[in-house]
């Protein structure tokens, strides 16, 4: 056999062995503490009803479309009704297109109650003041019933943003498009045999974006990685700098639809088996941190986090490049990494 011949041969043979997202995981079992698409829809229907009975009038629930099956898509939409849409800053939380990482939607359904009933003394009460809540708790019901990755037609949402082809697809772009919000998270797990740890993904220098969207998505990935990372919550930064298509949700809005975006992945393992319900914290926290920061509560953040021994380096600023490398979490005391290269779901392999 020719040399060249026998190296290719050789190559192929040392390529690990990856199934397809779409076979991998047809055996996964739905774990405890998951909410399913009905339940789901008794709970925002629950929140409405004591908002309007109870509480300060702040939520709104609208159905932004239908799935293949015919189940809607819903949207909730939190804001203090002495403020108009008009003069707050918008944010727009996407959860699950992939029907089987749970977290998001239970991390989204305890945010909007808390949301709902947070007191007049409450912080949490006033950033509604300033930003109008947007969020879609379950983008994928089909899958989500199922407990599957794809919808009732097989085809991941996730990388239809360039061609639309599904109605779960179609309906959010249009949202999306109608409220051209300030900054929108699109909110994902990984494989349960994915080791590695959390992270978030968002356009860098390099990325084809604006500068000012870039601006925003690395000002606001550096406060949540900070702010996270203060509270227990380590998370690595990565930085989209390369020129894939843009048929990813983050990719897409960052690239074409000029929406600051901000991708964040759990890990499913995290060395044995970790909880729904401590995944959804950690996306919990993400939400918290995004609406806290949007609402002008940067330098409280910030204050915060040094309060805790976690501070930001001045090589890590807005306008500075990111320089990639491999970030070292601290433990206290520690400065925060640059952002190191795309890693995800979202860097352009079959992966979350």
């Not at 490049?321 to 601290?330: F, I, K, R, T, Y």
Request: aromatic residues 6%; proline residues 7%.
């Amino acid at each position: 056999m020719p040399r060249f011949h026998a190296t290719i041969v050789a190559a192929i043979l040392l390529l690990p062995i990856i199934p397809s997202a779409t076979h991998a995981e047809k055996n996964l079992v739905r774990p405890p503490g998951t909410t399913r698409y009905q339940p789901m829809v008794a709970r925002l229907k629950s929140m409405l009803a004591y908002d309007h009975a109870h509480g300060a009038g702040r939520m709104g629930l609208s159905s932004i479309g239908m799935s293949v099956k015919g189940r809607s898509l819903w949207m909730v939409t939190l804001r203090d009704p002495s403020v108009t849409s008009e003069q707050t800053k918008k944010v727009f939380y996407l959860c699950r297109q992939h029907g089987h990482e749970p977290a998001s939607t239970e991390a989204a359904l305890s945010f909007a109650a808390k949301l709902v009933k947070a007191g007049a003394d409450d912080p949490l009460a006033d950033t509604l003041k300033h930003v109008t809540v947007y969020i879609v708790p379950m983008a994928n019901p089909d899958g989500s019933e199922k407990f599957l990755r794809h919808n009732a037609r097989d085809v991941d949402l996730n990388r239809d943003w360039l061609k639309r082809t599904q109605p779960e697809t179609r309906a959010i772009y249009k949202t999306v498009f109608r409220l051209h919000p300030d900054l929108m998270t699109d909110q994902h797990e990984l494989y349960p045999s994915d080791s590695r740890g959390d992270f978030t993904e968002t356009v860098g220098p390099l990325g084809r974006a604006m500068p000012q969207v870039v601006d925003a998505c690395m000002g606001t990935q550096q406060i949540v990685q900070l702010s996270m990372a203060s509270e227990g919550f380590h998370t690595r930064s990565c930085v989209i700098d390369d020129g894939h298509p843009a048929r990813l949700a983050h990719r897409y809005e960052n690239v074409k639809g000029g929406v600051p975006t901000i991708l964040f992945e759990t890990n499913r393992s995290n060395g044995g088996g970790r909880s729904v319900a401590a995944r959804a914290e950690a996306h919990e926290r993400f939400m918290t941190v995004i609406l806290r920061d949007l609402a002008g509560e940067r330098d409280q953040l910030l204050s915060e986090a040094e309060a805790r021994g976690f501070t930001i380096p001045s090589a890590l600023a807005p306008q500075v490049p990111a320089v990639a490398g491999e970030e070292q979490l601290p433990a206290s005391d520690e400065t925060l990494a640059a952002p190191a290269p795309t890693m995800g779901d979202e860097g352009e392999r079959e992966g979350p």
